[in-house]
């Protein structure tokens, strides 16, 4: 309500803070619960935990997965070496029986020559010739076993990368076995204070279900006035509040416009209201305005939802005398 000429009041206005319900992202039974209703938290300090031995064995069984993958590469990664070692024997034996081939053609065509001429034995060159065809043979063999030692070298190196794909796949399943063994322990995500307990040890429960609620604490709250549309042409982020929290009474607490919303409060409501019917009755609308409190004040008393009474100090000079009180006036004036 307007309560004099600069200054914007109402008593629709509440705190709020963000608070986070808990649930587990497992299913498992409550073995525990380490802290007490109400208790202040710190982040990542243990809330409840759950029954872990089969989630346990899980990331035991994932660890071993992984072990026994990386055996495998390095048992590939040998065979690996080994077939190189043995393409390299195989063009070293090729070497051997080409620098035979040759001497035995050589020594082929001297005798068969010496023959034909009369001057050597039948014996001699007809040997020499065997002796080349021997030759000519191991060179061929030669040949094949280094053809089908590089045949088989792809082969490992496909089942090396098929072991280096399950090396990954495993590490990929152990790391989701940690994080659901991590997740056996529900921890605050935030400093705050812990309420709405649901929890009961030795009860079954699913995933999502609510546990335990935290709330922030109250240097982490702020206040959201719903002033009417006819009330905040002249806010803006910045000008000086004055709050009355009505759980203390007389206790009064200072802050600043942060923000206003974007849109009117029932614009953000489930079931948005439709005014382009025949049936129109023209209702003042509220907005949404972001208070945060000023430092250097003691907020112990904040609790989210507890009620306010709001004004907005809106001149241009917040710091002249005023002429009006705030909250009292705004009660005198029957709001």
Same mark, same amino acid.
């Given at each position: 309500?307007?309560?004099?000429?600069?200054?914007?009041s109402?008593?629709?206005?509440?705190?709020?803070?963000?608070?986070?319900?808990?649930?587990?992202?497992? !299913? =498992?039974d409550?073995?525990a619960?380490?802290?007490?209703?109400?208790?202040?938290?710190? +982040? =990542?300090?243990?809330?409840?935990?759950?029954?872990d /031995?089969?989630?346990?064995?899980?990331?035991?069984?994932a660890?071993a997965?992984?072990a026994?993958?990386e +055996?495998?590469?390095? *048992?590939?990664?040998a065979?690996?070496?080994?077939?190189?070692?043995?393409?390299a024997a195989? !063009? +070293?034996?090729?070497g051997?029986?080409?620098a035979?081939?040759?001497r035995?053609?050589?020594?082929?065509?001297r005798y068969?020559?010496?023959?034909?001429?009369?001057?050597?034995?039948?014996?001699?060159?007809?040997?020499t010739l065997a002796d080349?065809?021997?030759?000519?043979?191991?060179?061929?063999?030669?040949?094949a076993?280094?053809?089908a030692?590089?045949?088989?070298?792809?082969?490992?190196?496909?089942q090396?990368?098929?072991?280096?794909?399950?090396?990954? *796949?495993?590490?990929?399943q152990?790391?989701?076995?940690?994080?659901?063994?991590?997740?056996?322990?529900?921890?605050?995500?935030?400093?705050?204070?812990?309420?709405?307990r649901?929890a009961?040890?030795? +009860?079954?429960?699913?995933?999502?279900q609510?546990?335990?609620a935290?709330?922030?604490?109250p240097?982490r709250?702020?206040?959201?006035a719903?002033?009417k549309e006819?009330?905040v042409?002249?806010?803006?982020?910045?000008?000086?509040?004055?709050?009355s929290?009505d759980?203390?009474?007389?206790?009064?607490?200072?802050?600043?416009?942060?923000?206003?919303?974007?849109? *009117?409060?029932?614009?953000?409501s489930?079931?948005?209201?439709?005014?382009?019917t025949?049936?129109?009755t023209?209702?003042v609308?509220?907005?949404?305005?972001?208070?945060?409190l000023d430092?250097?004040?003691?907020?112990?008393?904040? /609790?989210p939802?507890?009620?306010? !009474?709001?004004?907005?100090?809106t001149?241009?000079?917040?710091?002249?005398?005023?002429?009006?009180?705030g909250?009292?006036?705004a009660?005198?004036?029957?709001r």
């Amino acid at each position: 309500m307007r309560v004099g000429s600069f200054l914007e009041s109402t008593d629709n206005a509440y705190v709020q803070g963000d608070i986070v319900v808990l649930g587990p992202r497992i !299913e =498992g039974d409550v073995i525990a619960i380490d802290v007490a209703d109400n208790q202040r938290v710190t +982040a =990542g300090q243990p809330l409840i935990r759950l029954e872990d /031995r089969d989630w346990r064995a899980r990331r035991d069984a994932a660890a071993a997965g992984l072990a026994e993958a990386e +055996a495998a590469i390095g *048992t590939y990664a040998a065979q690996i070496d080994q077939q190189r070692a043995q393409i390299a024997a195989a !063009e +070293a034996q090729l070497g051997t029986a080409q620098a035979e081939q040759a001497r035995a053609a050589a020594d082929a065509s001297r005798y068969g020559s010496l023959a034909t001429s009369g001057y050597g034995s039948r014996e001699n060159a007809e040997r020499t010739l065997a002796d080349r065809r021997k030759a000519d043979a191991n060179v061929l063999a030669a040949q094949a076993n280094i053809q089908a030692a590089q045949a088989t070298l792809p082969v490992i190196e496909s089942q090396a990368r098929a072991a280096r794909a399950r090396r990954d *796949t495993a590490a990929a399943q152990l790391v989701l076995a940690e994080s659901d063994l991590a997740n056996t322990v529900i921890r605050a995500p935030f400093d705050g204070i812990v309420g709405n307990r649901a929890a009961q040890i030795g +009860a079954h429960v699913r995933v999502g279900q609510n546990l335990i609620a935290v709330a922030p604490p109250p240097d982490r709250q702020w206040v959201v006035a719903n002033f009417k549309e006819t009330q905040v042409a002249r806010m803006h982020p910045g000008q000086p509040v004055t709050l009355s929290v009505d759980a203390h009474g007389a206790a009064a607490l200072h802050g600043h416009v942060d923000s206003l919303a974007p849109a *009117t409060g029932s614009q953000f409501s489930l079931l948005p209201p439709e005014n382009a019917t025949g049936n129109f009755t023209k209702i003042v609308q509220r907005v949404p305005v972001r208070i945060a409190l000023d430092a250097g004040q003691d907020p112990s008393i904040l /609790r989210p939802g507890l009620s306010v !009474e709001a004004e907005v100090d809106t001149r241009a000079d917040p710091t002249a005398p005023r002429g009006v009180f705030g909250a009292a006036a705004a009660v005198l004036s029957g709001r």
